[in-house]
């Protein structure tokens, strides 16, 4: 577990390379991999200044590779930086730190990839952010939040609305949390509806922790960050834009154990969490009306991991199944760990 001070010296060089990246081979996600890899976003920093002498550990590697042949070949390690980069990315880890220090008196959480308290189920996906600012209740450090995420229109009819907020009760009423994107129409009615059951919910938001977007919600992102948890991906000045919706959406999917649509048009964005869902192996949970009235939502009803559902009982159904398939792969893998940590005290006794 890092102190205080030095994770806010890791954030440091978390934000800096955030701030330099070299697009040509690097994203976001991918700098988050290398600096939970290494267990230290210095050391990635380190050798984002000085490749030839501050080699990034490769787990693949093989230790018994011969060090002369290595040598020889020309690698991404051996090229020197430029002295225009190396100014660069000091320039900005200045800034960086200077950032990181005005948020902390400002009481903004960052939670980056190297804290204990970031979500365990996003470390599992490819695509984890580097960090996020979080306002409201956290669970203790290394505490799986086991919560579905309910989704769907801007614009959705009573009907949906309605069904949406059945399905928060009824997760609720599972010890489930609602995760939702503080959207109008089914995301607030989703939170609203936690809420009132005295449930916990949490919400992922397409902006800046320090924005409301759409100011409609002010007042329940306000509660929500008092009696459950919100969540941004995004630096805290960040507006609202095109393409920060989708990678919301994408945060969500992965956050989750499962996705359930309630209702969405043919272009609508809930199709990016679908996607997503998938990609990450998480189960979605689709309603019928979207199968039979959108082309993806057909497509979808025949993957695997889909479940189509016409009522609240079946959405139940579909999440007490995906418990017990989680729960049978769970016990497992514990049931592998624990033969492989016994193999290795035989191992070493002999």
Known sequence: MLKKSELLQENTALVALLRTIDKSHDTWSSIAEKVVRQGSAIQVFEHELDPQHHRLDDPDEDDEYDDRIQSTLLGEDDIPITAQRRVQLLQDHKEAEALVHDWDKQGLDMVSVLDERYPLSLREVVDMPPFLFSKGRSLSPNQQDMGVSVVGSRNAGPEALHFASDVATMLVSKGLTV????????????????????????AFIGTGIGKYYPA????????????????????????????????????????????????????SGTRVQARQAQHHGRPIIIRDVVVDHTEWGNRLAHKPNVYVVSNVDDVARAINSIQRVNGELQDAINGLIAQASAYAKRVLLV
């Open 216 to 267: 409609k919600n002010r007042q329940l992102q306000d509660l929500i960050e008092r009696k459950g948890q919100v969540f941004s991906q995004f630096w805290p000045w960040q507006e609202p834009a095109k393409w920060t919706f989708p990678a919301r959406n994408a945060t969500m999917s992965g956050y989750g154990i499962a996705t359930v649509i309630v209702e969405a048009h043919e272009y």
């Open 179 to 202: 995760i939702a994107g503080l959207a109008l129409g089914v995301d607030a009615e989703a939170h609203h509806r936690a809420l009132q059951e005295h449930g916990r919910t949490v």
